[in-house]
Structures are given as C-alpha cells and as structure tokens.
C-alpha cells in the first residue's frame, strides 16, 4: 500500500482471554513518524492490539498471544518486556502522573534506566516537546495532581518523550478530556509525529480524520480495513467500513 | 550460522544509531527485581512456615494427654487424672449465654445503623464509636465488666458477667459483620417491597434481614469463636482456675478453657505444660469446629444465591 | 391496619435505635469506671510520680507508683512485635498482590486467618515452651521469661493485620498508575517502591499505627512469655512486665477492692487505653481521609 519505512508490523497475529479470541490473523504495518489511528466499535480489540505492541497484556492472567509484532527487525513477544516498553511508550486513556511532583514525574523514567543525562535539560525539552512548558514552568516541583486533566495527560505525555522512544501508542488519549484540552493534545500530536511515530486508538471518528495520516477500521477482532485516512473516510472499499463511519452502527 | 551473525550485526547497528534511547536494561536492576521478589516470596511462605512449625509444636506436645478421660475429668494435682471438664463445660455455658445476650442486641444494632441511622448525626457518632470500640484493648473490657458487672449489678463472678463482659468485647466484630452482611442485600429487595406499600420496619424485618442471615451468621459464628480464645478480660472479672463442678445456672462460678490452659503453662513442670498443649489442641478443635460451620454456611449460600 | 403499622414503626426504629445506643453507653461505661477509679489512685499518689517514676513497686513495702517500667516493658514489646510484623507483613502484601499466583493467594488468605483467629494463650504457651528454647541456643544468657520472645509471638499475632491492611492499602492503588511506570520500562520493584508505596503510604500508615496498637493492648502471650518483672531497663533478653501484664498479676491475686494496689489496676488500664485510643484514632482518620479522597 506504501512505500515508506515500516516500523512496527504485526504478521499473523492471534491474541486470546482464555478461550475467547480478541484478535484473528492480525496484519498491519505501522509507518515510521505517521500516526495512525485504529477505529471500530467498541469491544473490537483495538485497545487490546494498542497494549500488545508494548506488552502491557503480560499483566492479565488470562492473555495467550501467537504470530509476531516486527519491530526493528526483531519479535517483540520474544524481547524483555521492560527493554520493549522502554523503546515504545504508551500514554493512557485517563492520565494518570505518578503522585510526585511534575519535574520528578518526567524524570522518573531515565532515572530508573541509570541514564545520565541533564535532568533540568531534559525536563524542559520534554516540556516544551509536550506543549506544556510555558504553563508550568515556575511549577516544577508542585504536584503533578495540581494540575488540570488536559495538563496531566500532556505531562503524561512529556513522561513518555523523556525516554525518547520510538514509537508513542496513545490509548483514547482524549476520552477523558474537555473539548478545549482534546484540541490541545490533537495539535500536540500533529507536531510529535516529526520525530515519533503515533498509533492512536480512538472512538471519535473526527477525532481520527483529523490527526492521523493512516487509519486501520478493526471490528469484531479483524482488520476490516487499513489505508490512508482520506481514502478511508472519503472513500472506504468496503460496505462494513463505510457504515460505521456513516454511523449507521457503533 | 551466517544469518545469525548477520542479524547480530543489524542488531548492533541498530543500537548504535539508537544510542540515546535505553535500548538495554542495566543488568543491576534485573538483579535488584529478582532478588526484591525471592525476599517478598520467602517472606510470604515464611507464615505457612510458622503455622506448621506451631501446629507441629502443639500436637507434638499434646498428644500425649489427649483422650477421652482428659476431656472428663477435672482439674487435679496429678498429671494423669488431670483434665479440662470444668473449663470445657465453662466455655460451652459462657459461649451460649454469651451468644443469647449478644446477637440480637448486635444484629438489632448493626440493623440501626445501616437500615435507619447512618445519615444522621447520632447515626456518624456511633460508627465512630465502633470502630473506636473494636480497637479497645479486651483487659479494659474486663475492668469494665469487674466494676458494672460484677461489682456495681452484684452478679458476682458468675457466668453472666462473663458473658455480658464478652458480649460488650465482641459487639463491634458482630455489628461490622452484620453490616456488611446487610450491606450486599440488594436494593432491588427494598425497592419491590416499598413498591407494595411496606413500611420500612416491614421491609427491613421480612426482607432484609432473611436475605442478609446467612452473612450475618456466619459473621456472628466467626465472632464467638473469637470470643472462645478470650482470656485476659474473664481473669479480670474473676473466674476461676481451679473449679471442679460443671456450671448448673448462668450464677454459677465457672472456669473456660483458656484459663485452664494458661493456669498449666504458668507452672514450672514440664508435664503440665503437655497438659496446656493438650487443652489447646481440644480448644482449637472447637473452634475449629465452629469455624467449620462457618464455612459450610457460606458455601451452602453462595451456591443458593448463584442458581 | 395503617395505624398498628405506623406503631409498629416507631416501636421498631426505638428498639434498634436503643440497641445501638449501647455502644455509646459501652464507651460512657470504660471512660466512667476507669476515670472514677483513677481519680481516686490520683488522691493517694501524685499524677507526676505515676507518670515519670521510674519505679514500680506497688505491692512492696514501701510502695511506689512509677509507671515507666511499665511503659518501657510495653514499648519493647510493641517494637519488637513491629520489627517483626512490618517487615513480613508488608512484604507478603507486596507477594500477594503484584507477584503471586491466584493459587498461592488460595493458600496464604486463609493461612494468614487462621494466623488471626489463634488465641492469644496459644501463642503465649507457644513462646514459652518453643520460642525460648530455641532462642536460648542463640542466646544462652536468655531468661526464661524474656522480651524477646514475647515480642516475637505478638509479632506473628499482628502479622496478618499488617498484612490485609496493607493489601488492602495496595489494592487501593489504581491500576492504570502502575501501568503509567510499567509502560516506562520499570519493573515490578521500581514500580512498587517507587510509584504503589508512596501512593499507599498514608494507608499503609495507618495499617502500622493500628496493629501495633494491638500489640500494646495485647495481654496473655506476654503475661505468659516475657515475665512479671517490672524494671526501668532496655535489654530484650531479660525479663520484663506490660502494663496489661501486670492488670493480670493483680488479678490474679486477692486483692480487695478500694485498696491501693486494686486502684493501680485501673490507673494503668487508662493509661494503656489512651495510648491506644490515641493511636486508633489517628489510625482511622487517616483510613477515613483516604478513603474519602478515593470516592472523590
């Protein structure tokens, strides 16, 4: 379908709760500083796929996986869990900044890993990198929990740049949000995908049309359809894409 | 063979150009997980530990004693005639008496608070004050019951002040109980029944309460077998360690086992102390046993609530 | 018909009502009783010489009133039973909710309440005729009747306090905070001493604050292990006395009413209940305040 890097590609990928199957013979590749956004109705897996890609369904009991997600050339499932994540962050659907103060909460990754680098550098860089610099500067050290819901997810946000992933996967990053801090983060994304590639999960079709070069339509555990946003929404090859996006169910 | 080594290369080219990221995880962490988890791990398995090594140390020293004649038997001089009839026979009485006084006024109690109460200002007062009540040390309880019961209301250093002693002791383990037994009913159970023009004491009596027993048994069993094990408050009103006659009213004077059992430990010879094992062993059989039927209750009930 | 239900009604909410308002006579009736008779222990010996006497000879001539060597007897049971419980609670709270199996939680639940459920006496009987010995092997200077081990059985008696409370503080924790430090690249290590335990901290606070107030209120396992020998000293290995200790030794004795030793009983029993109503209450409102802030 293209011709660009692809950085992240699942083949042949199963995901099963139990007995139940949540994700049938996935394929789909992720390019390179694109964000790409995976839509479908609710319960179609698309969160589920979204935390495979940085193993976070190692912590339910019941998840078995089979297939492989390619990521630089190696199979996620078989890497550390902690090296993988540490290489494709993750922010999430409500934003939760740890209970410590805002410089601490972007610092506390790096600091983790040993990496040696300049804390007040960093923290700024993440900062403006996350568009939230100017409103907390002279804040650093006050609690991250004193800031608003759209301050919090975008430190949350400034957190995973100051490990300098790869790829950011964004889990409904707005759904938690007011209208005026959702436009906030959906320009944030715009300027991130410069240096990060972004799969976003999202419910909001807008939402979806407006941020993403690519969009993958999932339901009932399948990938329906992949192709170039416009395309997609303009003109969906196929009948089930096009009555979800027309809002006929969903 | 070559593959391998040319991946290996890719690898480290990758690495390299990645050099900002924190590709590899510094192999001290790793270590200071695993070794954070054998500690939480051994730390855990170290409470079964205990309880074997205590279980193995009671039935070690306390079989020997343990038999038919122990049990039937009172208190004597000589190790071998001694046994634990009295204190058996006190408990039963006590545990009884205790429960007859005590359950109604706790359900009845617990009812209030979670039926009627709790928005109110009195309703807040007395939550507070339970739970303040639960964490009174249970000697001050006995003070309590030597100067209201057996003192003030003259009742002597009978059964009954033992157990109005022991009811004010185990009232707030029973109010909670019942509280949270009334709590999971339901309030689709109210609803239907105000919806047919009950009044609340009628909703409440024939609804709730039915519906909420079996929680609110199995709570108020679970609390008397704690009330079984108490010792400190009932040396305080006064009962006895030496009695050899089986209790005949609630006036009567009267031993329990735990006393028994501490009277044996605290002598210097060796045998009694296999003696106090053996009580104990008899002890944690009956509560065992109570707990047992606390169990069977919960699980006979789940099932009926499940189909 | 109406009406009988309507007196029905009023009947019915007066006598839960009174049922319940026993608890608060329950509280009117220990502060009552154990003030009434303090007061008067107050009229025969100064508040000043109970309080900071060093000195604990009621039942000798000539008497005196010093509680610290009761004191001091009670806090080095309640350190010691804290050495032990903390530790091994907190950390098999940490096992039971971030790394064991829903089988190995099978099996420690209910080990950890039978744990509870054991009556003070046994662990007292236990401490004396195993603690001990196996402690005179390591320390063979120990006394028969030593802090130590009673402090060690009021540890293994709190332990499972320590350890629900905390699991609880733990579960309190939401889960979408550990995914933030997992989705870092943290391990499970990190993530719990870095991100769970200052996030339950308050919680696991109050989970200390309260067990080991139980272990000041707690009487027989150190009545029967750690001795009767009340002196203002700090060596685990030596005997020592509680303050609920001594209530017992009282107790135990003929003693008549209104006298002198009779009335210590109890000035000690208010001292022992507003240490720990003290510590209970913090205990709680932090429990409260927390709890609040989670619903919020």
């Known amino acids: 379908m293209n011709q660009e890097n692809i950085v992240l590609k699942t083949k042949d990928f199963n995901i099963f709760y139990g007995e139940k199957q949540a994700i049938f013979n996935m394929n789909l590749d992720i390019c390179e500083k694109k964000v790409t956004a995976i839509i479908g109705p609710s319960g179609c897996g698309k969160s589920t796929l979204l935390r495979s890609f940085n193993r976070m369904n190692d912590f339910v009991p019941s998840f078995n996986c089979n297939g492989a997600i390619e990521f630089e050339k190696k199979n996620i499932l078989k890497l550390d869990p902690m090296e993988v994540r540490t290489r494709i962050g993750m922010v999430f659907q409500k934003p939760n900044p740890f209970p410590k103060s805002i410089y601490n909460n972007i610092i506390w990754g790096p600091k983790i890993h040993g990496h040696k680098v300049n804390y007040d550098e960093l923290v700024e860089d993440s900062l403006k990198k996350a568009a939230l610099w100017d409103e907390v500067k002279d804040r650093l050290n006050e609690s991250a929990l004193e800031l608003s819901g759209g301050q919090q997810q975008r430190l949350c946000i400034a957190r995973t740049i100051a490990m300098k992933p790869e790829v950011i996967l964004m889990d409904e990053p707005c759904s938690a949000l007011d209208p005026k801090s959702t436009i906030k983060i959906e320009d944030l994304i715009d300027d991130l995908k410069n240096d990060y590639t972004i799969v976003i999960v999202t419910h909001n079709m807008q939402q979806a049309a407006r941020v993403s070069d690519y969009t993958a339509f999932f339901y009932e555990g399948e990938l329906i359809e992949f192709d170039y946003t416009d395309k997609l929404f303009t003109k969906p090859s196929n009948k089930q894409t096009e009555d979800y996006i027309t809002g006929r169910f969903g | 063979m070559m593959k391998e080594k ?302 | 018909m109406h009406r009988y239900a309507k007196k029905m009604e009023i009947l019915a909410r007066t006598l839960l009502g009174s049922c319940a308002f026993l608890s608060i006579l329950t509280t009117i009736g220990i502060i009552l009783v154990l003030s009434t008779e303090t007061i008067e222990f107050f009229g025969q010996v100064s508040p000043l010489d109970f309080l900071f006497g060093t000195k604990w000879e009621p039942l000798l001539e000539p008497k005196s009133f010093g509680v610290l060597p009761l004191v001091s007897g009670t806090l080095m049971i309640m350190v010691g039973s804290g050495l032990i419980a903390i530790p091994i609670g907190l950390f098999t709270a940490v096992y039971l909710s971030e790394y064991s199996s829903f089988r190995t939680r099978q099996i420690i639940k209910p080990v950890l309440e039978i744990l509870a459920g054991i009556p003070t006496i046994v662990y007292g009987y236990f401490a004396l005729t195993f603690i001990t010995p196996v402690l005179k092997n390591i320390f063979p200077d120990i006394e028969v009747f030593n802090a130590l081990s009673g402090a060690i059985v009021v540890g293994i008696m709190i332990l499972p306090m320590v350890s629900s409370l905390c699991d609880d503080a733990f579960q309190g924790v939401p889960r979408q905070l550990k995914d933030g430090g997992y989705a870092l690249g943290a391990t499970s290590f990190e993530v719990i001493g870095q991100v769970v335990i200052p996030a339950a901290a308050s919680r696991i606070m109050a989970a200390f604050i309260l067990a080991l107030s139980r272990a000041i209120g707690e009487t027989m396992a150190v009545t029967l292990a750690a001795g009767a020998t009340p002196i203002f000293r700090v060596n685990p290995l030596e005997s020592i006395q509680t303050m609920t200790a001594y209530i017992v030794q009282v107790s135990l004795g003929d003693t008549p009413a209104g006298g002198v030793e009779y009335l210590t009983c109890f000035a000690v029993a208010s001292l022992l209940f507003v240490i720990t109503l003290f510590m209970n209450v913090i205990g709680q409102s932090i429990m409260y305040r927390v709890k609040k802030k989670a619903t919020r």
Do not use: C
Not at chain 2, 84 to 90: H, Q
Not at chain 2, 252 to 260: A, G, K, L, S
């Open chain 2, 6 to 307: 040319t991946e290996i290369l890719i690898n480290s080219n990758q690495i390299e150009k990645k050099e900002k990221s924190f590709a590899t995880i510094h192999p001290g962490r790793r270590r200071a997980e695993k070794a954070f988890k054998w500690i939480s791990r051994i730390m855990t398995w170290s409470t079964v530990f205990i309880l074997l090594v205590l279980l193995y140390h009671l039935g070690k020293e306390g079989w020997e004693y343990i038999d038919w004649q122990f049990l039937d038997s009172y208190p004597s001089r000589k190790v071998a005639k001694a046994g634990i009839k009295a204190g058996l026979w006190g408990t039963v009485w006590l545990i009884i008496t205790t429960a007859v006084i005590t359950i109604p006024i706790g359900v009845a109690s617990a009812l209030f608070l979670e039926e009627y109460g709790v928005k109110g200002k009195i309703g807040k007062l007395i939550e507070i004050n339970v739970s303040n009540l639960a964490g009174v040390p249970s000697i001050v309880y006995g003070l309590l019951g030597l100067a209201v019961f057996v003192r003030w209301f003259n009742f002597e250093r009978s059964i009954l002040s033992g157990a109005l002693t022991l009811g004010l002791l185990i009232m707030p383990v029973i109010i909670v109980a019942t509280r949270e037994a009334v709590k999971a009913v339901p309030d689709s159970i109210r609803f239907g029944a105000y919806a047919l023009g009950a009044h609340k004491w009628q909703v409440v009596f024939y609804h709730v309460l039915p519906v909420a027993l079996p929680g609110i048994i199995t709570g108020v069993i679970l609390a008397l077998s704690r009330a079984i094990g108490e010792t400190a408050p009932l040396i305080i009103i006064g009962a006895l360690a030496y009695v050899s006659f089986v209790p005949e009213s609630v006036m009567d004077e009267f031993t329990v086992m735990p006393i028994q059992i501490y009277n044996w430990a605290s002598r210097p010879q060796e045998e009694f102390h296999q003696l106090a094992a053996s009580g104990i062993v008899a002890l944690l059989a009956l509560m065992l046993t109570l707990n047992f039927i606390a169990v069977f209750i919960r699980i006979k009930t789940t099932k009926r609530n499940i189909q």
